[in-house]
Protein backbone atom coordinates (compact mmCIF):
# COMPACT_ATOMS: atom_id res chain seq x y z
CA UNK A 1 0.00 0.00 0.00
CA UNK A 2 1.26 3.28 -0.88
CA UNK A 3 1.53 6.19 1.47
CA UNK A 4 -1.14 8.11 -0.38
CA UNK A 5 -3.49 4.89 -0.07
CA UNK A 6 -2.66 4.78 3.65
CA UNK A 7 -3.90 8.29 4.05
CA UNK A 8 -6.63 7.99 2.38
CA UNK A 9 -7.70 4.37 3.72
CA UNK A 10 -10.67 3.81 5.96
CA UNK A 11 -9.12 3.43 9.07
CA UNK A 12 -6.81 6.25 9.16
CA UNK A 13 -9.91 8.97 7.91
CA UNK A 14 -11.46 7.17 11.09
CA UNK A 15 -8.74 7.73 13.46
CA UNK A 16 -8.87 11.67 11.73
CA UNK A 17 -12.12 12.19 12.79
CA UNK A 18 -12.50 10.03 16.09
CA UNK A 19 -11.64 11.24 19.48
CA UNK A 20 -8.35 10.08 20.03
CA UNK A 21 -6.73 12.62 16.94
CA UNK A 22 -8.17 15.23 19.03
CA UNK A 23 -6.93 13.86 22.55
CA UNK A 24 -3.22 13.95 20.20
CA UNK A 25 -3.89 17.65 18.80
CA UNK A 26 -4.77 19.02 22.28
CA UNK A 27 -2.34 17.53 24.78
CA UNK A 28 0.24 18.63 22.14
CA UNK A 29 -1.06 22.63 22.33
CA UNK A 30 -1.03 21.96 25.90
CA UNK A 31 2.31 21.17 25.81
CA UNK A 32 3.46 23.70 23.37
CA UNK A 33 2.05 26.56 25.62
CA UNK A 34 3.37 25.26 28.43
CA UNK A 35 6.87 25.69 27.09
CA UNK A 36 6.12 29.16 25.80
CA UNK A 37 5.29 30.21 29.05
CA UNK A 38 8.00 28.92 30.69
CA UNK A 39 10.32 30.31 28.54
CA UNK A 40 8.21 34.13 28.60
CA UNK A 41 8.10 33.79 32.65
CA UNK A 42 11.88 32.81 33.08
CA UNK A 43 12.54 35.67 31.05
CA UNK A 44 10.60 37.95 33.20
CA UNK A 45 12.26 36.56 36.01
CA UNK A 46 15.62 37.04 34.65
CA UNK A 47 14.57 40.55 34.12
CA UNK A 48 13.46 41.52 37.50
CA UNK A 49 15.77 39.22 39.80
CA UNK A 50 19.30 39.85 39.96
CA UNK A 51 20.47 37.71 42.43
CA UNK A 52 21.52 34.69 40.49
CA UNK A 53 20.85 31.71 43.24
CA UNK A 54 17.25 33.57 44.05
CA UNK A 55 16.81 33.52 39.88
CA UNK A 56 17.75 30.11 39.93
CA UNK A 57 15.36 28.71 42.24
CA UNK A 58 12.64 30.77 41.40
CA UNK A 59 13.14 29.61 37.56
CA UNK A 60 13.35 25.81 38.85
CA UNK A 61 9.89 26.20 40.60
CA UNK A 62 8.35 27.72 37.78
CA UNK A 63 9.44 24.88 35.45
CA UNK A 64 8.45 22.20 38.07
CA UNK A 65 4.59 23.76 38.88
CA UNK A 66 3.76 24.16 35.07
CA UNK A 67 5.15 21.06 34.15
CA UNK A 68 2.85 19.85 36.77
CA UNK A 69 -0.48 21.56 35.70
CA UNK A 70 0.25 20.57 32.04
CA UNK A 71 0.86 16.34 33.03
CA UNK A 72 -2.66 16.53 34.98
CA UNK A 73 -4.60 18.94 32.08
CA UNK A 74 -3.09 16.20 30.09
CA UNK A 75 -4.32 13.29 31.91
CA UNK A 76 -8.11 14.42 32.15
CA UNK A 77 -8.10 15.31 28.21
CA UNK A 78 -7.44 11.66 27.82
CA UNK A 79 -9.37 10.75 30.79
CA UNK A 80 -12.74 12.32 29.04
CA UNK A 81 -13.31 9.89 26.32
CA UNK A 82 -13.33 6.35 25.87
CA UNK A 83 -11.24 3.89 28.36
CA UNK A 84 -10.45 4.29 32.32
CA UNK A 85 -11.92 6.98 34.24
CA UNK A 86 -10.34 9.55 36.38
CA UNK A 87 -10.34 7.81 39.14
CA UNK A 88 -8.93 4.53 37.55
CA UNK A 89 -5.94 6.58 35.87
CA UNK A 90 -5.37 8.72 39.32
CA UNK A 91 -5.07 5.02 41.20
CA UNK A 92 -2.55 3.91 38.97
CA UNK A 93 -0.69 7.51 38.60
CA UNK A 94 -0.63 7.75 42.48
CA UNK A 95 0.83 3.89 43.05
CA UNK A 96 3.88 4.82 40.49
CA UNK A 97 4.72 7.79 42.65
CA UNK A 98 4.20 6.23 45.87
CA UNK A 99 6.81 3.43 44.49
CA UNK A 100 9.11 6.48 42.64
CA UNK A 101 9.05 8.49 45.79
CA UNK A 102 9.38 6.28 48.64
CA UNK A 103 12.01 7.30 50.38
CA UNK A 104 10.11 10.72 50.84
CA UNK A 105 7.33 8.85 51.68
CA UNK A 106 9.07 6.83 54.54
CA UNK A 107 10.49 10.07 55.72
CA UNK A 108 7.40 11.89 56.16
CA UNK A 109 6.41 8.75 57.93
CA UNK A 110 9.10 8.71 60.29
CA UNK A 111 8.62 12.27 61.43
CA UNK A 112 4.92 11.70 62.31
CA UNK A 113 6.25 8.53 64.39
CA UNK A 114 8.94 11.04 66.28
CA UNK A 115 6.03 13.56 67.53
CA UNK A 116 4.14 10.50 68.54
CA UNK A 117 7.05 9.10 70.10
CA UNK A 118 10.48 10.43 69.77
CA UNK A 119 13.39 8.54 69.53
CA UNK A 120 14.97 12.01 69.70
CA UNK A 121 14.51 15.20 69.60
CA UNK A 122 15.90 19.02 69.10
CA UNK A 123 19.19 18.92 71.58
CA UNK A 124 19.75 15.39 71.57
CA UNK A 125 23.03 14.44 70.87
CA UNK A 126 22.47 10.94 68.33
CA UNK A 127 24.42 9.04 66.02
CA UNK A 128 22.82 7.19 63.16
CA UNK A 129 24.47 5.54 59.84
CA UNK A 130 28.01 6.29 61.13
CA UNK A 131 27.17 10.31 61.41
CA UNK A 132 27.00 11.93 64.91
CA UNK A 133 26.15 15.00 65.91
CA UNK A 134 23.40 17.47 68.40
CA UNK A 135 20.04 17.73 66.76
CA UNK A 136 19.84 21.42 66.19
CA UNK A 137 16.29 21.17 64.27
CA UNK A 138 13.79 18.25 62.95
CA UNK A 139 11.31 19.14 59.71
CA UNK A 140 9.15 16.19 58.46
CA UNK A 141 11.72 14.98 55.42
CA UNK A 142 15.17 15.62 57.49
CA UNK A 143 16.65 16.22 60.59
CA UNK A 144 19.62 18.47 60.82
CA UNK A 145 22.61 18.01 63.01
CA UNK A 146 25.40 19.75 64.08
CA UNK A 147 28.28 17.47 63.14
CA UNK A 148 30.78 16.00 66.06
CA UNK A 149 33.92 13.58 65.97
CA UNK A 150 35.67 12.81 62.06
CA UNK A 151 38.94 14.85 62.93
CA UNK A 152 37.67 16.13 66.10
CA UNK A 153 38.31 13.77 68.82
CA UNK A 154 35.62 12.57 71.86
CA UNK A 155 32.57 14.46 70.49
CA UNK A 156 34.08 17.89 70.32
CA UNK A 157 32.35 19.61 67.21
CA UNK A 158 33.74 19.80 63.68
CA UNK A 159 31.30 23.07 62.69
CA UNK A 160 29.80 21.45 59.86
CA UNK A 161 26.11 21.21 59.80
CA UNK A 162 24.98 17.97 58.48
CA UNK A 163 21.05 16.98 56.80
CA UNK A 164 20.21 13.60 57.42
CA UNK A 165 16.85 12.08 55.86
CA UNK A 166 14.22 10.78 59.09
CA UNK A 167 13.76 7.90 57.16
CA UNK A 168 16.96 6.61 58.76
CA UNK A 169 15.38 5.97 61.66
CA UNK A 170 13.19 2.96 59.93
CA UNK A 171 16.64 1.54 58.39
CA UNK A 172 19.54 1.95 60.85
CA UNK A 173 19.77 2.39 64.42
CA UNK A 174 19.81 5.45 66.30
CA UNK A 175 22.38 5.84 69.32
CA UNK A 176 21.45 8.39 71.84
CA UNK A 177 23.66 9.95 74.40
CA UNK A 178 21.10 12.12 76.35
CA UNK A 179 17.93 10.82 76.06
CA UNK A 180 16.98 10.08 79.88
CA UNK A 181 20.31 9.57 81.19
CA UNK A 182 23.06 12.51 80.31
CA UNK A 183 26.05 10.28 81.21
CA UNK A 184 28.07 7.95 79.25
CA UNK A 185 30.62 5.66 80.88
CA UNK A 186 34.50 6.75 79.44
CA UNK A 187 37.44 4.59 80.26
CA UNK A 188 40.92 6.06 80.29
CA UNK A 189 44.14 3.55 79.69
CA UNK A 190 47.40 4.10 81.78
CA UNK A 191 49.80 1.33 80.89
CA UNK A 192 53.11 1.12 83.64
CA UNK A 193 55.84 -0.72 83.88
CA UNK A 194 56.55 -3.97 85.58
CA UNK A 195 58.59 -2.66 88.14
CA UNK A 196 56.33 0.22 89.01
CA UNK A 197 54.33 0.47 91.93
CA UNK A 198 50.93 -0.16 90.19
CA UNK A 199 48.86 -0.51 93.08
CA UNK A 200 49.70 3.10 94.12
CA UNK A 201 49.10 4.09 90.88
CA UNK A 202 45.53 2.23 90.63
CA UNK A 203 44.79 4.05 94.06
CA UNK A 204 45.86 7.64 92.90
CA UNK A 205 43.20 6.95 89.85
CA UNK A 206 40.68 5.99 92.10
CA UNK A 207 40.88 8.83 94.00
CA UNK A 208 41.24 11.68 91.41
CA UNK A 209 38.25 10.16 89.67
CA UNK A 210 36.39 10.60 92.76
CA UNK A 211 36.90 13.60 93.39
CA UNK A 212 36.18 14.78 89.46
CA UNK A 213 32.96 12.65 89.38
CA UNK A 214 31.71 11.97 92.89
CA UNK A 215 28.56 14.52 92.10
CA UNK A 216 27.98 12.99 89.23
CA UNK A 217 27.52 9.61 90.87
CA UNK A 218 23.95 11.36 92.70
CA UNK A 219 22.68 12.74 89.96
CA UNK A 220 22.95 9.24 87.82
CA UNK A 221 21.03 7.56 90.31
CA UNK A 222 18.12 9.99 90.43
CA UNK A 223 17.53 9.36 86.15
CA UNK A 224 18.24 6.09 86.27
CA UNK A 225 15.16 5.89 88.87
CA UNK A 226 13.13 8.13 86.41
CA UNK A 227 14.42 5.68 83.30
CA UNK A 228 13.27 2.58 85.28
CA UNK A 229 9.95 3.85 84.55
CA UNK A 230 9.78 3.03 81.21
CA UNK A 231 12.32 1.16 80.35
CA UNK A 232 14.03 -2.10 81.96
CA UNK A 233 17.07 -0.65 82.99
CA UNK A 234 19.75 -0.71 86.09
CA UNK A 235 23.06 -0.05 87.05
CA UNK A 236 24.79 -1.16 90.06
CA UNK A 237 27.88 0.32 90.49
CA UNK A 238 28.14 4.36 88.93
CA UNK A 239 31.30 4.64 91.34
CA UNK A 240 35.00 4.49 89.54
CA UNK A 241 36.78 1.71 89.14
CA UNK A 242 40.24 0.93 87.50
CA UNK A 243 40.12 -2.54 85.75
CA UNK A 244 43.80 -4.17 85.76
CA UNK A 245 45.75 -6.68 83.29
CA UNK A 246 49.26 -7.70 81.94
CA UNK A 247 50.13 -6.97 78.40
CA UNK A 248 53.11 -7.64 76.75
CA UNK A 249 54.70 -3.80 77.40
CA UNK A 250 53.52 -3.31 81.54
CA UNK A 251 50.67 -3.18 83.61
CA UNK A 252 47.55 -1.83 81.93
CA UNK A 253 44.96 0.48 84.43
CA UNK A 254 41.66 1.01 82.74
CA UNK A 255 39.93 3.77 84.82
CA UNK A 256 36.64 3.51 83.98
CA UNK A 257 34.01 6.80 85.32
CA UNK A 258 30.66 8.04 84.73
CA UNK A 259 30.98 11.86 82.75
CA UNK A 260 28.25 14.09 81.06
CA UNK A 261 27.82 13.04 77.47
CA UNK A 262 29.11 17.00 75.88
CA UNK A 263 31.87 17.24 78.79
CA UNK A 264 33.67 14.00 78.10
CA UNK A 265 36.88 15.16 76.51
CA UNK A 266 37.49 17.84 79.58
CA UNK A 267 36.57 15.36 82.11
CA UNK A 268 39.50 13.04 80.26
CA UNK A 269 41.93 16.23 79.97
CA UNK A 270 41.73 17.03 83.51
CA UNK A 271 42.03 13.59 85.03
CA UNK A 272 45.00 13.06 82.70
CA UNK A 273 46.94 16.27 83.87
CA UNK A 274 45.96 15.19 87.33
CA UNK A 275 47.09 11.39 87.26
CA UNK A 276 50.52 12.47 85.01
CA UNK A 277 50.76 15.15 88.02
CA UNK A 278 50.64 12.76 91.05
CA UNK A 279 52.95 10.00 89.20
CA UNK A 280 55.47 12.23 89.11
CA UNK A 281 55.04 13.21 92.71
CA UNK A 282 55.16 9.70 93.81
CA UNK A 283 58.68 9.00 91.75
CA UNK A 284 58.12 4.83 91.51
CA UNK A 285 55.49 5.01 89.21
CA UNK A 286 56.97 5.01 85.27
CA UNK A 287 54.73 4.79 82.00
CA UNK A 288 55.22 1.90 79.74
CA UNK A 289 56.09 2.68 75.94
CA UNK A 290 57.23 1.24 72.94
CA UNK A 291 60.35 2.40 71.38
CA UNK A 292 62.17 1.53 68.57
CA UNK A 293 66.11 2.08 67.08
CA UNK A 294 69.26 0.42 66.25
CA UNK A 295 71.68 -1.36 67.87
CA UNK A 296 75.10 0.54 67.54
CA UNK A 297 78.13 -1.47 67.83
CA UNK A 298 78.51 -1.49 71.14
CA UNK A 299 75.27 -2.51 71.79
CA UNK A 300 74.57 0.70 74.48
CA UNK A 301 71.19 1.72 72.28
CA UNK A 302 69.76 -1.60 72.68
CA UNK A 303 70.28 -2.03 76.79
CA UNK A 304 68.99 1.29 76.91
CA UNK A 305 65.81 0.25 75.25
CA UNK A 306 65.53 -3.12 76.87
CA UNK A 307 65.57 -0.76 80.25
CA UNK A 308 63.03 1.47 79.70
CA UNK A 309 60.99 -1.17 79.05
CA UNK A 310 61.65 -3.85 81.49
Known amino acids: MSFRD ?3 SERFQSFLTGGAAQDIWISALLVLGALILIYALRRLL ?15 IVGRMLGLFTGLAILF ?11 TILTVV ?6 AMREVLLSFAAWIHMLIRAPYKSGDRIEVN ?40 YQYGVYNYTQGFQF ?3 EIPFTVTFRSDWKAARDILLQLASEMTGSIEQRA ?3 IREMA ?51 QEHGGIELSYTMIGYESGDGEQKRRVTEVLS
Not at 77 to 87: E, I, L
Not at 94 to 99: D, K, P
Not at 256 to 268: F, G
Open 184 to 186: VWN
Open 77 to 87: VWSAGQGPGPA
Open 229 to 279: REYLVYYEVLTPFVYVCVTQNGIRLSLRHLAEARRRRQIKHMLTMRALEAF
Open 6 to 8: FLQ
Open 46 to 60: ARYIEEADRRYRASK
Open 221 to 223: QEE
Open 94 to 99: GAGIAI
Open 130 to 169: GLQGDVIDIRPLHSTLMEIGEWAEAGQSTGRIVHIPNNWF
